[in-house]
């Protein structure tokens, strides 16, 4: 059934002029009329839309009708509402309530302002942190916080002091479904496959930056209150791992939120259960990953290890601590490197010994507990020193051994070898080196290998020999009076040569001779414990 009754028609006729129309004429344009005005308002609601309003307006209709081609209506704007009433004795017809005016009030009512130019004008909108008050900016009244949330304390000199609260921190949809998984991940799945993945993403995604406050306020919460929950706690310290891993993040402004947490579960007296849980594998990766921070990001903060360093180092030789605190520290101290043990852990070895041993004796320390971790304290302390002391002997260089004595006689230029034969190039590789050498035999013995960088003199006499087996050298030959400038010469850079590599030498041995003070006293406070961290050459050097 139409909207538009053949009523509706005969009195739009009627106001045209057409008093004569007939009922079925007025019955069949009826449909018509309605399928023009829904296509004329179909167009008039796509214009709203594209205008992104949710109101539609006589300027929406009057577009619709020009991409009809049909003249618009004139007479109506979209100042404001249109305003229907009901016409009397019809209860669907509405008229709009237009108001008469007269022309001689519209023609003495005042003319309207001009409107303005469009201009660029230049203004203040802050003058060293002060807003000036001018037209052109917003009162403050209006982009002042609301009264109620503003807060003021008094100073002693009585003064107002206006404390800003915090801005709100809005975060996508997707970013906190991700952050609870995360979170949920790390509560009460850390032994899943899929905290592996999570892991994975936190060390390699992008976009994950808005997310670190969040992760750094949750991991300080957690480890001040989850002390007993040793799963907790290595989860935790693995998420701080991964974000750390990753190079999208500017984890930087959140270091000083994260170390107290990552420095408690290192040096913490009690993590977790202390018969069932393996806290000493999450020392051992904390530590780790202290060092890790300090190397990364101690050229930003001059003051981080330092800082660190005096915190573990405190804890070491504090003597009310627990054992388990001293391993943390010991652990932390030699994550940091081979001088951090020297320059800490060694002077103060032989003192802390003392006090660590009747810990470990059966007959002094019933409590098989604290006897087991006193044995795990003094194996940290082994290890660390030995690691110390290996690599200050895997930094020396290999030793050169001095070149062979060299003879004049009679023009001719001889090398004697003591006891040994013409060296070749094969031979001259499978020498030993100067510190085996010098452990074989008396020194006086010199062995006849060269250093890569000198050269041995060409030999161009006979050159004799102990072994009576032996016969004459095949490149042994007489050297022709024309070419013994040049053999003076070659022995004149060898002269050169040789005082250089002394003073190698003399560096040298001195090296050696701090690291052989080193080893004996480590091997005075450790036994032979200490031997296997020693390399095979300087081990018979030292001996």
Same mark, same amino acid.
């Given at each position: 059934?139409?909207i ?16 004569n129309l007939?009922?079925d004429?007025a019955?069949a344009?009826?449909?018509d009329v ?13 214009c709203?839309?594209?205008s @992104?309003?949710?109101? &539609? /307006?006589?300027?929406d209709? #009057?577009? =619709? !009708? ?6 618009p209506?004139y ?6 509402p249109l305003r ?12 709009i309530d237009?108001k ?6 519209v023609i ?9 130019d ?23 009244e ?10 003021f ?7 107002p ?6 801005i709100?921190h809005?975060?996508?949809r ?6 609870? @998984?995360?979170?949920d &991940? /790390?509560?009460?799945?850390? #032994?899943? =496959? !899929? ?8 060390a390699?995604d ?11 306020y949750?991991?300080?919460d ?17 998420v701080?791992w ?5 190079p999208?993040?500017h984890?930087?402004?959140?270091l000083?939120?994260?170390m107290?947490s990552?420095?408690?579960?290192l ?9 069932a849980?393996?806290?000493w ?5 904390t530590a ?16 981080l290890q330092t800082r660190?360093t @005096?915190?573990l ?11 388990t ?6 652990q ?7 001088n951090m043990v ?9 003192p802390y010994?003392?006090l ?6 059966l ?9 087991h971790?006193a044995?795990c304290?003094y ?13 200050r002997?895997k ?7 001095p ?5 004049r ?5 001889v090398?004697s070898?003591p006891?040994?034969r013409k060296a070749?190039?094969?031979?001259l590789?499978?020498q030993?080196?100067?510190?085996k ?8 013995v010199v062995?006849t290998?060269?250093?890569s960088n000198?050269?041995?003199?060409e030999t161009?006499g006979p050159v004799?020999s ?7 050298s ?14 003076r ?6 002269d ?8 190698v030498?003399t560096?040298?041995w001195?090296?050696d001779?701090?690291?052989g ?8 406070l ?12 300087e ?5």
């Amino acid at each position: 059934m139409s909207i538009v009754s053949k009523e509706t028609i005969e009195v739009i006729a009627q106001s045209i002029g057409i008093a004569n129309l007939s009922a079925d004429v007025a019955l069949a344009l009826a449909p018509d009329v309605e399928y023009r005005m829904r296509e004329v308002m179909q167009e008039a609601i796509k214009c709203m839309r594209h205008s @992104k309003r949710t109101v &539609l /307006t006589t300027d929406d209709v #009057d577009i =619709a !009708l020009n991409l009809r081609n049909v003249e618009p209506i004139y007479g109506f704007t979209s100042g404001g509402p249109l305003r229907f009433k009901r016409a009397v004795g019809h209860k669907n017809l509405f008229y709009i309530d237009d108001k008469d005016l007269d022309f001689k009030d519209v023609i003495e009512a005042p003319l309207p302002k001009a409107p303005l130019d469009t201009a660029v004008v230049c203004h203040w909108l802050a003058i060293e942190g002060v807003q000036p008050a001018i037209p052109e900016n917003a009162p403050v009244e209006v982009i002042a916080a609301p009264s109620d949330g503003k807060k003021f304390e008094q100073k002693d000199d009585g003064l107002p002091v206006d404390i800003k609260l915090p801005i709100k921190h809005v975060l996508s949809r997707e970013l906190q479904l991700y952050f609870d @998984k995360i979170i949920d &991940l /790390t509560v009460n799945r850390s #032994d899943s =496959a !899929l905290f592996k993945e999570a892991l994975v993403s936190l060390a390699t995604d992008s976009g994950l930056h808005p997310l670190v406050p969040y992760f750094t306020y949750f991991i300080a919460d957690e480890v001040s209150r989850g002390l007993n929950d040793f799963n907790l706690l290595f989860a935790l310290m693995r998420v701080v791992w991964s974000l750390l891993q990753n190079p999208h993040i500017h984890i930087e402004p959140y270091l000083h939120q994260l170390m107290p947490s990552v420095v408690t579960c290192l040096v913490a007296k009690r993590i977790g259960n202390r018969l069932a849980d393996n806290h000493w594998e999450l020392r051992d990766f904390t530590a780790n990953l202290v060092a890790s921070i300090c190397k990364r990001f101690g050229h930003v903060y001059n003051n981080l290890q330092t800082r660190l360093t @005096k915190t573990l180092l405190h804890a070491f030789l504090d003597p009310k601590r627990s054992m388990t605190q001293h391993y943390g520290a010991i652990q932390g101290l030699a994550a940091l490197g081979p001088n951090m043990v020297r320059l800490l852990i060694v002077p103060n070895l032989e003192p802390y010994l003392r006090l660590l041993e009747p810990e470990m004796l059966l007959e002094k320390q019933k409590n098989e507990l604290k006897r087991h971790e006193a044995w795990c304290v003094y194996g940290a302390l082994l290890r660390a020193t030995g690691q110390s002391i290996y690599d200050r002997l895997k930094m020396f260089p290999a030793l050169p051994s001095p070149p062979a004595r060299v003879f004049r006689t009679n023009g001719r230029v001889v090398t004697s070898p003591p006891n040994k034969r013409k060296a070749n190039n094969e031979h001259l590789e499978q020498q030993p080196s100067l510190k085996k050498i010098a452990t074989d035999g008396p020194m006086d013995v010199v062995p006849t290998n060269l250093s890569s960088n000198m050269q041995p003199p060409e030999t161009k006499g006979p050159v004799p020999s102990t072994d009576p087996d032996m016969g004459p050298s095949s490149s042994s030959r007489q050297i022709p009076h024309g070419n013994i400038s040049d053999s003076r010469d070659r022995k004149g850079k060898g002269d050169s040569r040789a005082l250089k590599m002394s003073a190698v030498l003399t560096q040298t041995w001195r090296d050696d001779l701090k690291s052989g003070h080193l080893l004996v006293s480590l091997f005075e406070l450790f036994g032979e414990s200490i031997l296997p961290f020693i390399p095979a050459p300087e081990m018979s050097l030292f001996l």
